[in-house]
Protein backbone atom coordinates (compact mmCIF):
# COMPACT_ATOMS: atom_id res chain seq x y z
CA UNK A 1 0.00 0.00 0.00
CA UNK A 2 0.96 3.46 -0.19
CA UNK A 3 1.29 6.03 2.80
CA UNK A 4 -2.13 7.43 3.09
CA UNK A 5 -4.19 4.85 1.09
CA UNK A 6 -8.26 5.26 1.81
CA UNK A 7 -10.59 2.39 1.94
CA UNK A 8 -13.46 2.09 0.80
CA UNK A 9 -12.67 4.23 -2.37
CA UNK A 10 -16.30 5.21 -2.55
CA UNK A 11 -19.34 4.64 -0.27
CA UNK A 12 -22.88 5.42 -0.85
CA UNK A 13 -25.00 5.32 2.43
CA UNK A 14 -28.52 6.72 3.17
CA UNK A 15 -28.99 9.95 5.37
CA UNK A 16 -29.08 8.47 9.01
CA UNK A 17 -26.53 6.02 8.14
CA UNK A 18 -22.71 5.39 9.62
CA UNK A 19 -20.26 6.37 7.50
CA UNK A 20 -16.46 4.52 8.12
CA UNK A 21 -13.61 5.32 6.16
CA UNK A 22 -10.31 4.11 6.32
CA UNK A 23 -6.58 4.91 5.93
CA UNK A 24 -3.60 2.83 6.21
CA UNK A 25 -0.06 3.52 5.92
CA UNK A 26 3.60 2.51 5.85
CA UNK A 27 6.10 3.99 7.93
CA UNK A 28 5.99 5.59 11.62
CA UNK A 29 3.91 8.56 11.51
CA UNK A 30 4.11 11.75 14.21
CA UNK A 31 0.41 12.15 13.75
CA UNK A 32 -2.42 11.81 10.97
CA UNK A 33 -5.00 14.10 9.68
CA UNK A 34 -8.20 14.01 8.13
CA UNK A 35 -9.27 16.59 5.35
CA UNK A 36 -12.89 16.71 3.94
CA UNK A 37 -13.22 18.35 -0.01
CA UNK A 38 -16.42 19.18 -0.90
CA UNK A 39 -16.93 19.33 -4.81
CA UNK A 40 -14.99 22.51 -6.10
CA UNK A 41 -13.69 23.65 -3.09
CA UNK A 42 -10.61 23.44 -1.19
CA UNK A 43 -9.95 20.37 1.69
CA UNK A 44 -10.92 21.90 5.23
CA UNK A 45 -9.39 20.57 8.03
CA UNK A 46 -11.58 17.66 10.41
CA UNK A 47 -9.56 16.58 12.96
CA UNK A 48 -5.18 15.62 13.70
CA UNK A 49 -5.06 12.72 16.17
CA UNK A 50 -1.21 12.26 17.59
CA UNK A 51 1.05 9.34 17.34
CA UNK A 52 0.46 8.76 21.19
CA UNK A 53 -3.13 9.26 20.60
CA UNK A 54 -5.66 6.62 20.16
CA UNK A 55 -9.02 7.78 19.71
CA UNK A 56 -10.20 11.43 19.55
CA UNK A 57 -13.64 13.03 19.02
CA UNK A 58 -15.16 15.72 17.30
CA UNK A 59 -19.15 16.32 16.61
CA UNK A 60 -20.35 13.44 14.83
CA UNK A 61 -16.55 12.47 14.24
CA UNK A 62 -14.65 9.39 15.42
CA UNK A 63 -11.21 9.19 14.66
CA UNK A 64 -8.88 6.26 16.04
CA UNK A 65 -5.41 5.60 15.36
CA UNK A 66 -3.91 1.89 15.47
CA UNK A 67 -0.08 2.58 15.18
CA UNK A 68 0.47 -1.27 15.57
CA UNK A 69 -1.53 -1.78 12.60
CA UNK A 70 -0.53 1.42 10.73
CA UNK A 71 -4.16 2.62 10.47
CA UNK A 72 -6.20 4.71 11.22
CA UNK A 73 -10.32 5.03 10.68
CA UNK A 74 -13.09 7.84 10.04
CA UNK A 75 -16.87 7.51 11.74
CA UNK A 76 -19.15 9.72 10.66
CA UNK A 77 -22.42 9.19 12.94
CA UNK A 78 -25.85 9.50 11.92
CA UNK A 79 -24.74 10.99 8.25
CA UNK A 80 -26.49 14.29 6.54
CA UNK A 81 -26.69 14.47 2.89
CA UNK A 82 -24.13 17.42 3.41
CA UNK A 83 -21.26 15.18 4.31
CA UNK A 84 -21.47 14.28 1.07
CA UNK A 85 -18.08 15.25 -0.02
CA UNK A 86 -14.19 13.69 -0.37
CA UNK A 87 -12.50 12.54 2.75
CA UNK A 88 -8.52 12.26 2.72
CA UNK A 89 -5.98 11.50 5.03
CA UNK A 90 -3.18 12.74 5.51
CA UNK A 91 0.15 11.50 7.67
CA UNK A 92 3.09 13.31 9.11
CA UNK A 93 6.03 11.06 8.73
CA UNK A 94 9.77 11.51 9.78
CA UNK A 95 10.86 9.39 6.46
CA UNK A 96 9.22 11.80 4.19
CA UNK A 97 10.87 14.82 6.08
CA UNK A 98 7.47 15.14 7.95
CA UNK A 99 5.74 16.69 5.07
CA UNK A 100 2.27 16.27 4.70
CA UNK A 101 1.52 13.08 2.32
CA UNK A 102 -2.05 12.70 1.28
CA UNK A 103 -3.88 9.67 0.29
CA UNK A 104 -6.31 9.60 -3.17
CA UNK A 105 -9.61 9.74 -0.84
CA UNK A 106 -13.02 8.59 -0.02
CA UNK A 107 -15.86 9.79 -1.99
CA UNK A 108 -18.74 9.71 0.10
CA UNK A 109 -22.46 9.97 -0.89
CA UNK A 110 -25.12 10.10 1.39
CA UNK A 111 -28.42 9.85 -0.14
CA UNK A 112 -31.40 11.16 1.26
CA UNK B 1 -11.31 36.64 7.44
CA UNK B 2 -11.09 35.65 3.96
CA UNK B 3 -8.71 32.65 5.00
CA UNK B 4 -6.92 31.72 1.79
CA UNK B 5 -7.79 33.68 -1.43
CA UNK B 6 -6.53 31.92 -4.95
CA UNK B 7 -6.53 33.95 -7.88
CA UNK B 8 -7.49 33.26 -10.69
CA UNK B 9 -9.86 30.30 -10.54
CA UNK B 10 -10.06 28.94 -13.38
CA UNK B 11 -7.81 29.54 -16.76
CA UNK B 12 -7.28 27.97 -19.50
CA UNK B 13 -3.87 28.01 -21.46
CA UNK B 14 -1.83 27.31 -24.78
CA UNK B 15 1.12 25.26 -24.31
CA UNK B 16 4.20 26.60 -24.08
CA UNK B 17 2.15 29.91 -22.64
CA UNK B 18 3.22 31.27 -19.16
CA UNK B 19 1.60 32.48 -15.99
CA UNK B 20 1.17 32.87 -12.34
CA UNK B 21 -1.04 32.10 -10.10
CA UNK B 22 -1.52 34.09 -6.99
CA UNK B 23 -2.09 33.35 -3.20
CA UNK B 24 -2.69 35.29 -0.48
CA UNK B 25 -3.72 34.55 3.73
CA UNK B 26 -4.62 37.03 6.03
CA UNK B 27 -3.54 34.49 8.91
CA UNK B 28 -0.36 36.05 9.44
CA UNK B 29 0.88 32.42 8.57
CA UNK B 30 4.60 31.84 8.63
CA UNK B 31 4.08 28.82 6.29
CA UNK B 32 2.44 28.36 2.79
CA UNK B 33 2.28 25.10 0.43
CA UNK B 34 1.71 24.53 -3.33
CA UNK B 35 -0.10 21.56 -4.15
CA UNK B 36 -1.43 19.78 -7.07
CA UNK B 37 -4.43 17.49 -7.20
CA UNK B 38 -4.71 15.02 -10.45
CA UNK B 39 -7.66 12.59 -10.54
CA UNK B 40 -7.64 9.05 -8.40
CA UNK B 41 -5.02 10.82 -6.62
CA UNK B 42 -3.63 12.51 -3.46
CA UNK B 43 -2.90 16.12 -3.21
CA UNK B 44 1.40 16.37 -4.11
CA UNK B 45 3.52 19.02 -2.86
CA UNK B 46 5.03 20.93 -5.49
CA UNK B 47 6.90 23.44 -3.46
CA UNK B 48 6.88 25.54 0.16
CA UNK B 49 7.86 28.33 2.00
CA UNK B 50 8.65 28.39 5.86
CA UNK B 51 8.97 31.94 5.87
CA UNK B 52 9.64 35.77 3.91
CA UNK B 53 11.95 35.50 0.94
CA UNK B 54 12.62 31.51 1.32
CA UNK B 55 11.47 28.81 -0.90
CA UNK B 56 11.96 24.52 -0.68
CA UNK B 57 11.07 21.80 -3.54
CA UNK B 58 8.67 19.19 -2.36
CA UNK B 59 7.58 16.34 -4.32
CA UNK B 60 7.01 17.45 -7.89
CA UNK B 61 8.67 20.72 -8.41
CA UNK B 62 9.92 20.56 -12.52
CA UNK B 63 8.28 23.29 -14.66
CA UNK B 64 7.47 24.98 -11.69
CA UNK B 65 9.00 28.47 -9.99
CA UNK B 66 7.65 29.87 -7.03
CA UNK B 67 8.39 32.91 -4.93
CA UNK B 68 7.43 34.68 -1.26
CA UNK B 69 8.10 38.09 -1.31
CA UNK B 70 5.90 39.20 1.15
CA UNK B 71 4.75 37.31 4.29
CA UNK B 72 0.98 37.00 3.33
CA UNK B 73 1.28 36.14 -0.77
CA UNK B 74 3.01 33.20 -2.44
CA UNK B 75 3.24 32.93 -5.99
CA UNK B 76 3.10 30.21 -8.28
CA UNK B 77 4.55 30.42 -11.55
CA UNK B 78 4.98 28.15 -15.15
CA UNK B 79 6.98 29.31 -17.51
CA UNK B 80 6.17 27.51 -19.89
CA UNK B 81 3.71 25.17 -19.82
CA UNK B 82 2.54 21.34 -20.48
CA UNK B 83 0.03 19.65 -20.87
CA UNK B 84 1.08 17.31 -17.95
CA UNK B 85 0.58 20.12 -15.76
CA UNK B 86 -3.08 20.72 -16.77
CA UNK B 87 -4.84 20.40 -12.72
CA UNK B 88 -6.67 21.64 -9.78
CA UNK B 89 -3.95 23.74 -7.85
CA UNK B 90 -4.39 24.47 -4.14
CA UNK B 91 -2.61 26.60 -2.53
CA UNK B 92 -2.67 26.45 1.59
CA UNK B 93 -1.03 27.78 5.06
CA UNK B 94 -0.31 26.88 8.02
CA UNK B 95 1.14 28.81 11.74
CA UNK B 96 3.95 25.97 11.86
CA UNK B 97 5.64 23.13 9.69
CA UNK B 98 4.30 20.03 8.41
CA UNK B 99 4.53 17.83 11.46
CA UNK B 100 3.47 19.97 14.35
CA UNK B 101 0.08 19.85 15.67
CA UNK B 102 -1.84 22.19 13.86
CA UNK B 103 -3.47 22.12 10.44
CA UNK B 104 -3.15 23.73 6.90
CA UNK B 105 -5.86 25.86 5.50
CA UNK B 106 -6.57 25.65 1.60
CA UNK B 107 -8.01 28.14 -0.68
CA UNK B 108 -10.73 27.07 -3.05
CA UNK B 109 -8.03 26.03 -5.90
CA UNK B 110 -7.31 27.36 -9.60
CA UNK B 111 -8.51 24.99 -12.24
CA UNK B 112 -5.58 25.12 -14.80
CA UNK B 113 -6.44 23.81 -18.55
CA UNK B 114 -3.42 23.43 -20.87
CA UNK B 115 -4.10 23.09 -24.33
Known amino acids: SQQGEEDPQALSIQEGENATMNCSYKTSINNLQWYRQNSGRGLVHLIL?????REKHSGRLRVTLDTSKKSSSLLITASRAADTASYFC????????????FGAGTILRVKS | NAGVTQTPKFRVLKTGQSMTLLCAQDMNHEYMYWYRQDPGMGLRLIHY???????AKGEVPDGYNVSRLKKQNFLLGLESAAPSQTSVYFC??????????????FGDGTRLSIL
Open chain 1, 90 to 101: ATAASYYGNKLV
Open chain 2, 92 to 105: ASSYELFYSNQPQH
Open chain 1, 49 to 53: IRSNE
Open chain 2, 49 to 55: SVGEGTT
